[in-house]
C-alpha cells in the first residue's frame, strides 16, 4: 500500500504536465495471485490488474492511493457509478451485509447534493487486529478498521440445507453493533468529504500549497459538520435506528463535556492550531484543547436547529451545505475564512453573528 504523497517527486515547473505510472507485479509465483486497486484512471490496464496508468497533473497523481496484493472485494452502484470495497487483511466480515448498508449510505449523501461529482468510487479497507481511521481523497478513501468491528456473519437460516458460507447474509439483518455503526459512520463520514473538502475547499488550501503547513480557522466546518453528516446519514438511510442515532449523539456530547480544554480553547482556534497543538497531542491535551470534530459537530447541530429556528423550518444545514456547493464547489474558487457565516446569513435572513461569536471565537457551551 501507498500513497503518492509519500513516493512521487514532484517536478518545479511541471506540475500540470500529466503523469503515467506503470505498477509492476513482484517476481515469483507469489505475484501472479495480486491484484492492483486504485481509484487512478487505467491506461490499457485491465481492471485489477498490474500495468499503466494515468493522472491528469501532479495534484490527480498524489490524489489516487494504491494497494497490491491478495483482497477481498464487493461492488455495487450508486446512481449508476461504480463503487467498490477492497478489504486487505484476515476478516470473517459479512460482505453481503455491507453490499446492503454502504450504498444505502453514500446514496444518502449524493441525494443531499443532487448527485454525484465522480465515474466511480473506490473503498480501500484495511483491516486490523486494533485501529480506526481513514483518509479522504477525490475518488476514494484509505480506511483502517477492527476486524471485529466488520459485520459478523449471520447464522444460517433455519432448515437450508445449503446456508452456512462465511460471508452470505441469510437472515433478516439485525441492528449494527456498536462497532459496526463506528466503521460504517467513518465510511460515512470519508465519503462526505468528497463534497466537503474535497471539492468545497478552504481558499487557504487552495492558495498556499505543499510547501509548509497551512493554517484555517475553518477546520470546524469541513471536519466538524462532515462528522455531523457521518451519523445523521446513518439514520436517514434506515441503516440505523432514531434510537441508536440518539445514542451516538449523547456520546459526542458526553466526550465533549468531559474535556477540560473546552473551557480554554474555542473551536475556531483548535481549527488554526491544529499543526502545532491537535496534531502533537500530549498528556496535558485533553486539560488544553478542544477536537474541532467533536465540538464541531455540536456547532453543526446547533447551526442547523438555528437555521430552523430562524427560518420556521423553510432552511436547514442542508441548504447551507447545497449553497456552499454551488457557491463554491461547483467553480472550485475556495471557501474563505467567514464564508460560511455570511453565507448562512444570507440563508436565514437575519444576522447570526452572535450565534458565531459563541459557537466558534468563544469557550462558552
Not at 441548504?319 to 463554491?328: E, N, S, T, V
Request: with cysteine; aromatic share 10%; hydrophobic share 40%.
Amino acid at each position: 500500500f501507498f500513497n503518492g504523497a509519500n513516493l512521487f517527486l514532484r517536478v518545479h515547473g511541471h506540475e500540470h504536465r500529466p503523469c503515467r505510472v506503470e505498477l509492476l507485479p513482484p517476481p515469483g509465483e507469489g505475484g501472479t495471485l495480486w491484484q492492483v486497486a486504485t481509484s487512478l484512471e487505467r491506461d490499457g490496464a485491465e481492471q485489477w490488474r498490474f500495468g499503466d496508468y494515468r493522472a491528469d497533473d501532479y495534484d490527480d497523481l498524489i490524489d489516487h492511493p494504491v494497494e497490491m496484493g491478495v483482497f477481498d472485494r464487493i461492488a455495487f452502484k450508486v446512481g449508476g457509478v461504480p463503487h467498490w470495497m477492497v478489504l486487505s487483511g484476515r476478516h470473517r466480515a459479512d460482505l453481503a451485509r455491507l453490499t446492503l448498508d454502504l450504498p444505502r449510505i453514500c446514496a444518502e449523501h449524493a441525494a443531499l447534493f443532487g448527485g454525484l461529482p465522480i465515474d466511480r468510487y473506490l473503498f480501500l479497507t484495511q483491516v486490523v487486529g486494533d485501529g480506526y481511521g481513514g483518509l479522504e481523497h477525490a475518488f476514494s478513501t484509505s480506511l483502517m478498521v477492527s476486524r471485529d468491528d466488520l459485520p459478523a456473519p449471520l447464522p444460517p437460516a433455519t432448515g437450508d440445507p445449503d446456508a452456512g458460507s462465511v460471508g452470505v447474509t441469510l437472515n433478516p439483518p439485525e441492528q449494527p453493533s456498536q462497532g459496526y455503526q463506528r466503521f460504517l459512520g467513518l465510511c460515512s463520514h470519508e465519503y462526505f468529504h468528497l463534497w466537503n473538502v474535497k471539492r468545497i475547499r478552504p481558499r487557504a488550501f487552495i492558495e498556499q500549497g505543499l510547501e509548509r503547513e497551512v493554517h484555517t480557522r475553518l477546520l470546524w466546518w469541513f471536519e466538524g459538520v462532515t462528522s455531523y453528516y457521518d451519523d445523521l446519514a446513518l439514520v436517514r438511510s434506515g441503516v440505523i435506528t432514531p434510537s441508536a442515532y440518539l445514542t451516538m449523539l449523547a456520546g459526542v456530547m458526553t466526550r465533549v463535556m468531559r474535556n477540560p480544554g473546552r473551557l480554554l480553547q474555542s473551536v475556531a482556534e483548535s481549527s488554526f492550531d491544529a499543526w502545532t497543538k491537535f496534531y502533537k497531542q500530549d498528556e496535558n491535551a485533553p486539560n488544553a484543547i478542544v477536537s474541532y470534530y467533536a465540538k464541531g459537530a455540536l456547532v453543526a447541530l446547533a447551526l442547523d436547529l438555528h437555521l430552523r429556528a430562524e427560518t420556521r423550518g423553510s432552511k436547514t444545514l442542508d441548504d447551507l451545505m447545497r449553497a456552499l456547493w454551488q457557491r463554491f464547489g461547483r467553480s472550485g474558487t475556495g471557501v474563505g475564512e467567514r464564508d460560511v457565516e455570511a453565507l448562512a446569513s444570507e440563508l436565514a435572513g437575519v444576522d447570526l453573528g452572535g450565534f458565531f461569536q459563541q459557537a466558534l471565537d468563544s469557550t462558552e457551551d
